[in-house]
């Protein structure tokens, strides 16, 4: 491995005729598809030819050090190839989604839009004013008080009962 480190071909071929066979028997047996474990033992010899200066003989002979990244690697093939699945299948599942009815849709916009005018009516024309000033024309609390020419505290108050009778007549609850 020392030689393999320092960049020897012949060292390595040596490593690679005496390993490979090993590797691959033993990624097959995690993957279970031979093309895939071709390519994962592949993936390891090339890793044992890019970190052998890593090698440790101390912590272990060089077969269980490429029995490790080989046991690794097949893992980590086996768990990507299992993600694949799931991704696909959830994408699937989304898009077998109940199809949109556009004339549900519309006649429950129509339904509600009904209530919220009904609601509207219910509200005090300060609160009533407030609310579509805010909501309808989208202006921020600060501009409703200047447009209505009233305090802040006031048009926030006004907001906060308007939107709560709204929210009791609309029978939302929180």
Known sequence: MSRVARGDKDAFSALYDALSGIVFGLVVRVVRNRAQSEEVAQEVMIDLWRQAARYRPDQGSVLSWAA???????????????????????????????????????????????QVRRCMRGLTEIQRQAVTLAYYQGLTYREVAETLRTPLPT?????????????????VTT
Not at 91 to 110: G, H, I, K, L, S
Not at 157 to 170: A, E, H, P, S
């Open 68 to 114: 490790t990244l080989a046991h690794r690697r097949a893992v980590d093939r086996v768990r990507s190839a299992q993600a694949a699945i799931n991704r696909e299948q959830d994408q699937a599942a989304r898009q077998q989604a109940r199809p949109f009815d556009e004339v549900a849709e519309q006649v429950e916009t129509r339904l509600e839009s009904e």
């Open 155 to 171: 048009i926030k108050t006004r907001m906060r009962d308007g939107l709560i009778r709204l929210r009791d007549c609309m029978g």
